[in-house]
């Protein structure tokens, strides 16, 4: 596979409010709307996320993640009405987590200390 960009997608149940929700956590809105159903940003130059109300295109899951300055994020998104779990110490990286208004997982993590081993 020559990936050249991902995009996860995640279900809504109402597209304005999750669109609010992701706004205030990715700090500006959607860069898309390909369809009624259908935002999509443009997170990085090798991909990006969408979220949708259509059970086609998304389905329930989760998202992770990496900030540079996850105690700087954190406080960033409790302004915007977003609050975070505690922190979370593990092995590679610190996580903190929170639920969208459906209940998807969103699981910000610092970049890990240390090389994942080898499969």
């Given amino acids: 596979m020559e990936l050249e960009k991902i ?6 149940a109402d597209l304005a409010a999750a669109e609010r929700w992701y706004t ?21 130059e090798r991909g990006g996320f969408m979220l949708s109300s259509s059970e086609e295109i998304a389905s329930r899951g989760s998202i992770f993640l990496y900030i540079v300055d996850l105690a700087a994020e954190r406080r ?10 505690e922190d979370i110490t593990g092995d590679y990286s610190t996580l903190a987590q929170a639920r969208d208004p459906d209940g998807n997982l969103i699981t910000l993590a610092s970049p890990p200390s240390k090389p994942f081993p080898p499969a």
Avoid at 30 to 37: A, E, G, I, K, N
């Fill in 76 to 85: 960033r998104l409790e302004k915007a009405g977003i609050a975070f779990g």
């Fill in 7 to 12: 995009y996860p997608s995640l279900l809504t």
């Fill in 24 to 44: 205030a956590l990715f700090g500006r809105g959607p860069d898309y709307r390909p369809m009624p159903t259908l935002l999509h940003w443009e997170l990085s």
